[in-house]
């Protein structure tokens, strides 16, 4: 890892941003949106699921499931989703608030504190999923860092699926949030090998955000 990424993640205040909302708010709302109530992120949480399942697909054969990671993972809401559709998760998040309640649901997710830059294994991913995290990343340096790091952790004709917004210029909007046009992601990932091959919106109310689909072509 960048060390100095690790020292802005503890030092500044996005880690107490992070801690005190996964604190403060129930499972859904810390994760997902903090503007609705219960209801509203079920529905929010529930689409956003069934957009995603057909892009990371399935093996049949449960002796060979996929290997997924769910890099910013929050409280787990997708991993612990996708454990019980039968993959093999590894999760992790910066937040130790998120993580500790993450372990605590259990359900089958291998948790652990990482930042997007940091986390390390030996093995490649079918899938890295990286959902509403890199448009929280306000600074361009972390940002490409983390996402140079998730790169890497995928497999040849893997995929890498991010989520921001599908639009040609960036969209700074309140606080943490700092939306990117798709050419600044594809530019920093061609060249890594990862071809955008999809884009596919939430379709929530007025969210423009989507996933990303990245593939690896080499
Ligand atoms: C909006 S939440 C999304 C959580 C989860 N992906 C979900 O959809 O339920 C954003 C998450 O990103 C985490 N995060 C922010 N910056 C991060 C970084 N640099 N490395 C790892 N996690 C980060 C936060 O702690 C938070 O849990």
Redesign the pocket.
């Known amino acids: 890892m960048h060390e100095s990424t690790r020292v802005r993640?503890d030092t500044k205040a996005?880690r107490v941003y992070?801690d005190t909302r996964?604190r403060e708010h129930d499972d859904l709302a810390s994760?997902?949106h903090i503007g609705l109530d219960r209801a509203g992120n079920e529905i929010f949480y529930a689409l956003r699921l069934g957009t995603l399942l057909p892009l990371i697909g399935d093996l049949t054969d449960p002796s060979a499931p996929l290997f997924v990671l769910d890099a910013?993972?929050?409280?787990g809401?997708?991993a612990r989703a996708l454990a019980r559709c039968g993959h093999r998760v590894d999760a992790f998040?910066?937040?130790e608030e998120?993580v500790a309640h993450a372990r605590a649901r259990g359900g089958g997710p291998r948790y652990a504190v990482a930042?997007?830059d940091e986390w390390a294994v030996p093995w490649p991913y079918d899938v890295v999923l990286c959902?509403?995290?890199l448009f929280?990343?306000l600074d361009d340096a972390?940002w490409a860092a983390?996402l140079r790091n998730l790169a890497s952790l995928v497999r040849i004709t893997g995929r890498l699926i991010v989520t921001d917004e599908n639009t040609g210029a960036r969209r700074p909007r309140g606080d943490y949030i700092l939306h990117r046009p798709a050419a600044e992601y594809a530019a920093l990932l061609e060249p890594l090998g990862l071809r955008h091959t999809l884009f596919a919106p939430y379709r929530f109310r007025e969210n423009e955000v989507g996933f990303h689909v990245f593939t690896r072509t080499r």
């Not at 910013?72 to 409280?75: E, I, T």
């Open positions: 993640w996005t992070w996964h994760g997902g910013g993972c929050g409280k809401h997708f998040d910066a937040s998120a930042c997007l959902v509403d995290v929280h990343v972390e983390g």
